[in-house]
């Protein structure tokens, strides 16, 4: 079975503080995809990695980096968080082959 | 860019079959997926029309036109656990691995 793990089930920052959402994949997946979901509007997908150290912007890439140094992990980042950052942020990832997406249990980021 | 439009909530009774429309504008077009996801839980896989025509699994089954950039998910014999939101998804412009969701769809089946 496809396992993807995050660091948090919830998280509360400060408004300014720089924030780590962890994500990892045990299934030696290519791709892999940092979405945040929201009341109404579905999921917005923010950044993509399809290798190691590769990473392509999303339809909301606006206050927000990724790292990809091995390829297991994802790793999504707020320099510097702010209330309108507050939302449910999943994690996936996706093999070459196939089309699905495999999801992690998501990370609520509250920012007060 | 891409746009999906799906209803946002849709009521049936235990036993019943619903269906979940979705409409689609993209530019190119590889596939319409959907997924289901229960409160606090995380979106799961159900299925995925590359092709128009109707794809079964089990009481689940996918359909998709490409010429009228519309698909739907039917579910037949509809039990409690069904409630759940279902997003479709499609991968457009330039193939690739990036998928456009829809709002999502809330289902919920009633005694």
């Known amino acids: 079975d496809v396992k993807v793990t995050q660091s948090s089930r919830y998280l509360v920052k400060r408004t300014g503080e720089k924030v780590f959402l962890e994500c990892v994949q045990d299934?030696?997946?290519?791709?892999m995809f940092w979405y945040r979901q929201d009341p109404g509007l579905g999921l917005r997908l923010i950044y993509f990695?399809?290798?190691?150290?590769?990473?392509e912007k999303g339809d909301i890439p606006e206050g927000y980096s990724v790292s990809r140094e091995k390829k297991e992990r994802f790793s999504l980042i707020l320099e510097s968080a702010s209330t309108n950052q507050t939302s449910m942020y999943l994690c996936a990832s996706k093999g070459g082959s196939t089309d699905t997406q495999y999801f992690g249990p998501g990370t609520r980021l509250t920012v007060l | 860019g891409q746009s999906l439009e799906q209803p946002s909530e849709v009521t049936a009774v235990e036993g019943a079959i619903v269906q979940i429309n979705c409409t689609y504008q993209t530019s190119g077009f590889y596939g319409l997926s959907w997924y289901q996801q229960h409160d606090g839980g995380a979106p799961t896989f159900l299925s995925y029309?590359?092709?128009?025509g109707l794809e079964e699994t089990g009481r689940f089954s996918s359909f998709l036109s490409r010429s009228d950039s519309y698909g739907y998910l039917l579910l037949q014999e509809l039990q409690m656990k069904d409630s759940a939101s279902y997003f479709c998804?499609?991968?457009?412009?330039?193939?690739?691995?990036?998928?456009?969701f829809g709002t999502g769809t809330q289902l919920k089946v009633e005694l």
């Open positions: 299934m030696d997946h290519e791709n």
């Open positions: 029309n590359a092709l128009d």
């Open positions: 998804a499609v991968r457009g412009q330039g193939g690739g691995n990036k998928l456009t």
């Open positions: 990695s399809y290798d190691v150290k590769m990473k």
